[in-house]
């Protein structure tokens, strides 16, 4: 390693996905990491346009605490919240029926533990704020991009990255996004 080149974290996640970097296409990389949500259209070897929110991951996980605390007076761990979310999360109603998943937390009333049942529209509910503020900064991101590269990305679509990608349903909603001008939980 005698040169080091840094490079910002959608170009990279760009390299990655082996996206046609260097070639005059617009491609949107949305990277939904932990503590931040990154989006950028790449072309021509780097970040034509390009923003950051603080919202992840991490924010999804602590929608569902606040959510499960004030519905049911239970405390829940960070990796009980993510659990729940990886299990039976959805950013978009998905096929299959209804899920649920049965949690154990501790009881603010009693000290004591105590078990719940979170069905998948109830969790999608709890995560909606988080989701909608990564909707609308994809949209702002989008809008504001060149006219020429938008329609690169209406053709081709967008590329999620990152652990709060895997999200189920997040491909859906953003993609009605793309499709649409807006998204579906509008």
């Known amino acids: 390693g005698r040169s080091v080149v840094l490079v910002e974290e959608p170009l990279a996640a760009a390299i990655g996905a082996g996206l046609p970097v260097h070639e005059p296409v617009g491609n949107l990389i949305v990277d939904i990491g932990g503590g931040t949500t990154e989006m950028a259209i790449v072309s021509?070897?780097?970040v034509v346009d390009g923003r950051s929110i603080s919202v992840g991951g991490f924010d999804m996980d602590a929608a569902l605490q606040r959510h499960v605390n004030r519905q049911y007076g239970l405390v829940i761990g960070d990796?009980?919240?993510?659990?729940?979310?990886?299990a039976v999360g959805s950013a978009y109603p998905t096929a299959g029926g209804v899920r649920a998943v049965r949690i154990r937390g501790r009881d603010t009333a009693s000290g004591g533990p105590k078990d719940i049942e979170l069905?998948?529209?109830?969790?999608r509910e709890a995560l909606s704020g988080p989701v909608r503020e990564i909707a609308a900064a994809t949209r702002k991101s989008l809008s504001e991009a060149p006219p020429e590269l938008t329609h690169d990305v209406l053709e081709g679509g967008m590329f999620l990255t990152g652990g709060g990608g895997l999200l189920r349903g997040m491909d859906m909603l953003l993609a009605s996004l793309i499709a649409n001008g807006k998204s579906i939980i509008d």
């Open 119 to 123: 069905t998948e529209s109830e969790v």
């Open 79 to 86: 990796k009980t919240a993510e659990r729940v979310k990886m």
């Open 44 to 46: 021509m070897g780097g």
